[in-house]
């Protein structure tokens, strides 16, 4: 479930096919998420190209883009989502 990675539930590997099936329905763009989708592999370069400082600073990044994405979902209530991760 997406939004168990989005509060610090999930690992990322564990959460790639959930947050392609996001990214598919989401009507915001989801750049760090689709480029973490197309190369798990090369996450280290993906947060150099974002200019962010290492992996443990990507993984935050990539949970708050899918959180907002959940967030602005119709028919998706993400308060009651993160309640219950809680």
């Known amino acids: 479930m997406a939004a168990g990675f989005a509060w610090a539930q ?11 099936r996001l990214a598919e ?12 989708i197309a190369a798990p ?6 947060a150099r190209q974002a200019g962010l400082s290492g992996r443990k600073a990507l993984i ?20 009651v989502l993160r309640r219950s991760l809680k």
Do not use: C, H
Request: proline content about 8%; aromatic content about 0%.
């Open 10 to 20: 999930l690992p990322l590997e564990a959460s790639l096919p959930v947050l392609q």
């Open 60 to 79: 935050a990044a990539l949970r708050q883009q899918a959180a907002l994405a959940l967030e602005t979902l119709q028919d998706i209530d993400a308060d």
């Open 41 to 46: 592999e090369s996450l280290s370069a993906l």
């Open 25 to 36: 329905v989401s009507v915001q763009p989801l750049p760090l998420i689709e480029a973490a």
